[in-house]
């Protein structure tokens, strides 16, 4: 007889919008995680917004539906982590993840490390790890580096807003760390640990918080799977809270039906000095993203329709 399992219709997916800060456990990927979040909720389309490693734990924004449009949005955003170095090991990921590569006894002290973290504070350039999602050629630098061939990396300009030493207890270091987008933090272990002449990697890292959300507001994925389906929309927030950054502009409903139809709207808009707003119409339905161009708004990215 036929497994059953494999007869029971599944329930069509449905259209869920919102965005969902969840605190992604260590040991799992962020595509792993979003997919069991997806399928807690039976949403339809869903998308993270800048990936965390399967080592790190911590704040990732998910996207559902609508929200997916805006994720963009987010991934510019800065970051910012607790991270463990341990130092006296080096690593082929330059993370626990990785084979040691050598080992050299530790000898440092709290004055030290500070004093070595100052050359990695403000714009520096970073070398990107070999174990990494970049691309050479059509192909990411990770699938190379499995297979033994170097290829080139280029370092890049990452700004380090902040950088402090939160706590040592040999061989491990605790920082906090306040970045750019693009910025690696298993790079920056390593690079920590070759200016210290003993070598390190990353043995920890947690992701705090990221465009202006915060860890304290993210949900559990066991917990998120464990409530019921009214619970957990609750959870949602609206999708223009990846916007929050942008001003705000509210337009007329002949406003709001030309940006739906993919023109500029004004010159008579009394809108703030930038470059770029969320629009919502008259009802305070979000609308999209507009860009000024001159003295007009013109759509950037709109919604299917109000949310």
């Not at 808009?269 to 999209?288: S, V």
Request: with cysteine; aromatic share 6%.
């Amino acid at each position: 007889m036929a497994d059953l399992k494999y007869l029971t219709p599944r329930s069509p997916r449905q259209r869920v919008d919102g965005v969902l800060l969840l605190d992604k456990p260590s040991g799992l990927s962020s595509n792993a995680a979003l997919q069991r979040a997806r399928r807690a909720f039976n949403a339809q389309k869903a998308g993270h917004t800048g990936t965390l490693d399967p080592l790190a734990s911590g704040l990732l924004p998910l996207c559902f539906g609508e929200a997916t449009k805006f994720a963009r949005f987010l991934l510019d955003a800065d970051k910012r982590y607790t991270a463990t170095v341990r130092f006296g090991t080096t690593t082929t990921t330059q993370d626990a993840e990785g084979d040691v590569l050598a080992t050299a006894p530790v000898n440092l002290d709290r004055a030290a490390i500070e004093a070595a973290l100052r050359a990695f504070r403000g714009t520096i350039r970073q070398v990107p790890p070999a174990y990494s999602a970049l691309k050479h050629q059509g192909r990411s630098h990770y699938e190379y580096a499995r297979a033994g061939i170097d290829v080139p990396r280029a370092a890049r300009e990452v700004r380090i807003a902040a950088l402090t030493l939160t706590g040592w207890t040999a061989p491990d270091a605790t920082l906090a760390v306040e970045c750019s987008k693009g910025t690696y933090i298993r790079a920056l272990a390593a690079d920590l640990g070759a200016a210290l002449g003993c070598g390190a990697h990353l043995a920890a890292l947690r992701r705090e918080a990221t465009g202006g959300f915060s860890i304290g507001d993210a949900i559990a994925l066991d917990v998120l799977e464990a409530q019921g389906p009214e619970e957990r929309m609750r959870a949602l927030l609206p999708v223009d809270a990846l916007l929050a950054e942008l001003p705000r502009v509210a337009v007329g409903a002949a406003d709001a039906q030309r940006l739906r139809d993919g023109c500029a709207i004004g010159p008579d808009l009394h809108a703030p000095p930038a470059e770029r707003y969320r629009a919502y119409a008259p009802d305070g339905a979000l609308l999209g993203v507009v860009t000024r161009e001159g003295d007009m708004l013109a759509p950037e990215r709109m919604a299917r329709t109000s949310l």
